[in-house]
């Protein structure tokens, strides 16, 4: 975690405990093999572990140049290399503008501080495995790919006369049960209440 939050307590200490328990390290390696084919370079801290991870994306750079290199046309212009703390979370947010126009819903991004302050980690995780099912499944990005694929459209035509046929048929769920019932059926004895 981050120096520069106090230590949490309570309620945030045991939602933190929580959010770190979720954290994967095989999803981790697996994205860092990802990011490294993608770039054509090593990552600058080899080490595993959350805040290793969040060591080599701090800065913004590395996702800046990630979803640049996966869009057909890049989507950042202008990448600050500079080490303020400000400057580093513009990058981060850079990041996060352009994985929305490259096709991510705002359910499957991080928030800056989730990455900036080591928050929430797993969910940076999970943007990285989104961002590679877009890129795979809407830009036809053919390089490695983590995640999963979106499924394509299936779209069915039938004739007027198969529709007719299938609303004739009355299936289970509709409640046809084929004429059988409960009736007859005892199922012990009668309750009953006094007065």
């Known amino acids: 975690m981050s120096d520069v939050r106090a230590k949490k307590s309570g309620l945030s200490a045991d939602i933190q405990k929580k959010l770190d328990a979720k954290y994967n390290i095989e999803q981790e390696k697996q994205c860092r093999e ?43 212009s202008k990448i600050n290399n500079q080490k303020m703390a400000f400057k580093q979370m513009e990058n981060i947010e ?18 800056t501080a989730d990455l900036y302050e080591c928050q929430n ?6 943007t990285l495995y989104a961002c590679s099912t877009i890129a795979t499944s809407k830009h036809g990005y053919t390089g490695m790919c983590i995640g999963t694929k979106l499924a394509d459209e299936n779209v069915r035509e039938f004739d007027d006369e198969t529709l007719a046929a299938g609303k004739s048929v009355l299936g289970g769920q509709m409640g046809f049960t084929g004429g059988d019932s409960q009736s007859g059926m005892s199922m012990g004895k009668t309750r009953k209440v006094c007065d």
């Open 94 to 111: 850079k990041f996060l503008t352009a994985c929305k126009k490259f096709g991510l819903q705002d359910g499957d991004l991080f928030q």
């Open 34 to 76: 990802w990011i490294e084919a993608v770039l054509g370079e090593d990552l600058p801290d080899q080490e595993v572990g959350k805040n290793h991870f969040q060591a080599c994306l701090k800065d913004g750079t590395i996702l800046c140049q990630l979803i640049n290199a996966l869009s057909p046309t890049p989507l950042i």
């Open 121 to 126: 980690m797993s969910q940076v995780v999970g």
